[in-house]
């Protein structure tokens, strides 16, 4: 995924990264039907964007 996310950012000259779930947040609280959330995992999503929007005049 790595190497992906490198060839992304390369080709279009931008940010690109692998966003990816941390173990720890299922093995401590698990979904019982799945092992992992949903609402959770679009949470990590939200807090990492909301601060790429604060760094992105820092990132260019």
């Not at 299922?26 to 959330?37: C, E, Q, R, V």
């Amino acid at each position: 995924m790595n190497l992906a996310a490198n060839a992304i950012g390369e080709r279009y000259k931008c940010l690109a990264l692998t966003l990816e779930m941390p173990f720890k947040d299922h093995d401590n609280a698990p979904d019982p039907l799945t092992g992992w959330s949903g609402k959770r995992s679009a949470q990590l999503a939200k807090d990492v964007l909301s601060v790429l929007a604060q760094m992105v005049e820092e990132l260019r």
